[in-house]
């Protein structure tokens, strides 16, 4: 049997949370709808990923609120601030959609083991 990847290092490269070598997205925002390896269906149920809402949400505010507190600090001009905060957001919000996605696929790993999985 192949030897699984370090738990952080498949996190960053978002495989999957059970065999590690899976592919969890088939497109820039899409899932596979099950793990290409080991089978393991990646949403449980319906709303699964609700909590990946929550989790991108502190993301983005740890993300923005430095960047504006920097911003105003340097005595960047309202509407400048807003112009950063909105390019900031429209850039990073994919790639905290996705982030968020696999963090909770692992954090829900971790709680509740999957035993459906072949």
């Not at 592919?23 to 949403?43: T, Y």
Request: proline content about 6%.
């Amino acid at each position: 049997m192949q030897a699984q990847p370090a738990l952080w290092k498949a996190l960053l490269a978002q495989r999957c949370p059970v065999c590690r070598r899976g592919e969890i997205f088939s497109g820039w925002l899409a899932l596979h709808p099950a793990c290409s390896v080991c089978g393991m269906r990646f949403e449980r149920e319906s709303g699964y990923f609700l909590v990946s809402v929550l989790i991108g949400y502190m993301l983005g505010i740890g993300l923005l609120v430095p960047v504006c507190i920097a911003l105003f600090w340097n005595g960047a001009a309202v509407t400048t601030v807003f112009a950063v905060l909105c390019g900031t957001t429209l850039i990073s919000a994919p790639l905290i959609h996705r982030f968020a996605r696999v963090l909770w696929l692992y954090v829900d790993q971790q709680l509740h083991p999957r035993t459906d999985a072949p």
